[in-house]
């Protein structure tokens, strides 16, 4: 089994490793910026990526020159080459969003998910932006989505921090109380 | 259990635990799961978790966070793991692993978190305690000075345990090893030790079977069993013997007494290894992790005596070890050996032979039991080592000669009447009392003239005679108010032993 994520984790920590200690995370992060509008704008760049490379490793190191060549930053670029030789430059958009993730949390910028039950009104929104601020800090990068599993209420996502106040939630909760042994003797006496 | 409910108090149970469970914000650090396979999950997030602590799904599925790496952490799934899916969120929780501990686990049979698997409802103790402990200090400790009786002559005689002793019981598969701990236990009762058998990757059939045992018996009122079965995930095999040891120590604590049997610490080897392969840890020999050893020491040496000061209570670990073809310088065994106060050693060639229990008694040994042996059974048993030691070399040496002379012929027959002395038959533990008896009639040669199909009607007369004639209630009695084989109870040990082996001897 292949543990994308870790993997991809991975590659986006050493990608922010070696643009901090080469002085060019600005132009990494541009790079990354344009990587994943490329992944995202064309359909074949995917399917080449996607599809497992015949020929060797260094072939396919070559063939990565070949599409990108000198576009990036030298970072950005042996990161592709290393992807391309161990097959994995399907990973790309995940490395991407890890690598943002990285530079996020070194800027000191949180990641905020919210979710509504509904679609919210400005001033809800407004209101979870101060909330977060007040607790974390100004600098956020805020997204707003609508689940209507939540019932009512709100989810929200602070990094690894999940503020749970939507009623779905709440009925989850109670069910797992519920079904915690009773102490029926305790009960009776 | 026989409760009774009424309506009204349910219904205000209900609403108690519902407003227990009803917040209606939830704050929560979580992590989303990479990847799930083989009942390891790694997971994206949980930044701040502890190692070892206790994570859960919204669903309660709950897993032990293992691995604190970089960029993931690895959490070993401690429920059914077909209920993780990639993308599911591990909550933490705080908290570490804690099992119920206490009187209400007497009689219970639960699983590695401690929940009840023998259908008699929730296990209902206030007390809870982490499964990993500290091992006491040395301060804390005093010496193994109070015997643990077995009811099994060959190891109150040859190798005895104290309490707070931990002695491994190694042997190969089929050799009566898990028969040794049940005896061990069935001799508890009225003792006030309470015991805790941990069944590790073991059969449901085999450990259903001691259970039943065990209650028929009466001695599931003061044991526990703790079962991680062959089929339960491994984190639940690792976690197990930790969770009987925090059961034991509850009593050890409060100045009472325990024994926990780990049955068998290869399996919780080879569990240790499967989750740490998974967890791509590196492996080391025969594809161990590096902290092998220490996942038995850190388990092993909670087993203590504990001082005065701090109650006097003992937890006695009796740890089994599987060998292969009576290897004992394999990788786990010479670990727990180098561990352990001694062992004792089932040899397969012995059991086959029809000498059950199968102890060799050559390699079995008791580092620190000496010290808490009965007095009048360490005075009889004295000899009995050095006795066996020369049968032994006198049979390998009556193999290659035919021409033996009368004292060789005679040691030899004493060699053997001792090793029939030394059989008893499995689940029937003897009394001290009636131990030191035997063993001093085989030590004075006192079956030596019995033919060998009536030494074991010799051996039971005996036993009959200690408790129906007079003469041997006045020795139980005498036994039981000074334990120490002075004349005046070696005088009535030689009537008794005259009156009943007696009519046993030919000529």
């Known amino acids: ?189 | 259990m026989n409760i009774q409910l009424k309506p009204d108090e349910i219904s205000a149970l209900l609403r108690r635990q519902m407003q227990m469970s009803d917040r209606p914000v939830d704050i929560a650090e979580f992590g989303t799961v990479l990847s799930v396979g083989d009942g390891i999950a790694r997971v994206d997030g949980l930044t701040k978790v502890m190692y070892n602590e206790l994570v859960e799904t919204e669903d309660g599925v709950a897993g032990l966070a293992l691995n604190l790496e970089e960029d993931s952490v690895g959490i070993a799934i401690l429920d059914d793991v077909t209920r993780i899916r990639e993308g599911d969120q591990f909550r933490r929780t705080g908290r570490v692993v804690s099992v119920p501990v206490g009187p209400a686990l007497a009689g219970r049979v639960v699983d590695a978190l401690g929940r009840p698997l023998d259908g008699k409802g929730p296990v209902l103790s206030d007390d809870w305690m982490p499964v990993e402990g500290f091992a006491p200090s040395i301060i804390e400790r005093m010496n193994v000075c109070e015997p643990l009786q077995t009811g099994i002559l060959a190891i109150d005689a040859l190798t005895p345990i104290g309490r707070g002793q931990r002695e491994l019981i190694i042997g190969d598969r089929k050799t009566g090893k898990t028969t040794l701990a049940i005896d061990s236990i069935l001799n508890q009762a009225d003792t006030g030790v309470h015991c805790f058998y941990v069944a590790i990757g073991q059969k449901l059939s085999t450990v259903a079977a001691l259970h039943m045992l065990l209650t028929e018996r009466g001695a599931m009122a003061y044991t526990t069993i703790v079962l991680a079965n062959a089929a339960e995930p491994a984190p639940l095999q690792y976690l197990a013997p930790y969770t009987g040891c925090a059961m034991a120590e509850y009593w050890r604590d409060r100045g009472g007494h325990s024994l926990v049997i780990y049955d068998d610490l290869t399996k919780h080897a080879q569990a240790y290894r499967q989750m740490s392969l998974l967890l791509r840890r590196p492996p080391g020999r025969e594809a161990f992790p590096g902290d092998i050893f220490y996942l038995h020491s850190r388990l092993l040496e909670r087993a203590a005596k504990m001082s005065a000061e701090k109650g006097g209570g003992s937890l006695t670990a009796l740890p089994i070890v599987e060998t292969q073809a009576n290897d004992i310088s394999a990788y786990i065994p010479t670990n727990v050996i180098s561990i352990t106060d001694g062992q004792i050693f089932l040899e397969a060639g012995l059991f086959h032979e029809g000498q059950r229990p199968a102890i060799n008694p050559g390699v079995s040994v008791s580092r620190v039991g000496g010290d808490a042996q009965v007095k009048a059974m360490k005075q009889t048993a004295g000899p009995l080592r050095v006795l066996l030691a020369q049968f032994r070399e006198l049979e390998a040496f009556m193999r290659f000669s035919s021409d033996l002379d009368a004292n060789t012929l005679d040691q030899l027959a004493v060699g053997r009447s001792l090793m029939h002395v030394l059989r008893q038959l499995p689940n029937k533990p003897v009394a001290v009392h009636k131990q030191v008896a035997v063993l001093f009639a085989g030590t004075q040669k006192a079956f030596v003239k019995v033919p060998e199909h009536n030494l074991s009607e010799a051996m039971r007369a005996l036993y009959d005679a200690i408790d129906n004639r007079e003469s041997g209630q006045a020795y139980a009695a005498r036994f039981a108010a000074k334990p120490a084989m002075d004349d005046e109870l070696k005088g009535l040990l030689s009537t008794l032993i005259e009156e009943s082996v007696k009519p046993y001897r030919k000529g």
């Open chain 1, 1 to 189: 089994m292949i543990e994308e994520g870790v993997y991809a984790r991975a590659y986006a920590r050493a990608l922010f490793g070696s643009a901090v200690q080469r002085g060019e995370l600005d132009g990494v992060t541009q790079d990354v910026l344009a990587l994943e509008k490329q992944w995202q704008g064309s359909p074949e760049l995917r399917r080449f990526c996607q599809s497992h490379l015949p020929g060797s490793p260094l072939s396919h190191a070559r063939n990565v020159d070949q599409i990108w060549g000198v576009t990036f930053t030298l970072s950005v670029k042996f990161l592709l080459r290393m992807l391309a030789q161990w097959d994995h430059l399907r990973l790309i958009p995940l490395i991407t969003q890890h690598f943002q993730a990285f530079v996020d949390h070194a800027q000191g910028c949180s990641n905020v998910h919210a979710y509504f039950a509904c679609a919210p009104q400005q001033d809800e929104i407004d209101q979870v932006r101060r909330l977060v601020s007040d607790a974390y800090g100004p600098t956020m990068k805020l997204t707003v989505q609508v689940d209507p599993t939540l019932i009512a209420g709100v989810r929200i996502f602070i990094n690894d921090k999940r503020v749970d106040a939507s009623l779905a939630g709440r009925i989850t909760r109670m069910r797992y109380g519920l079904s915690k042994p009773m102490h029926l003797e305790e009960a009776a006496s």
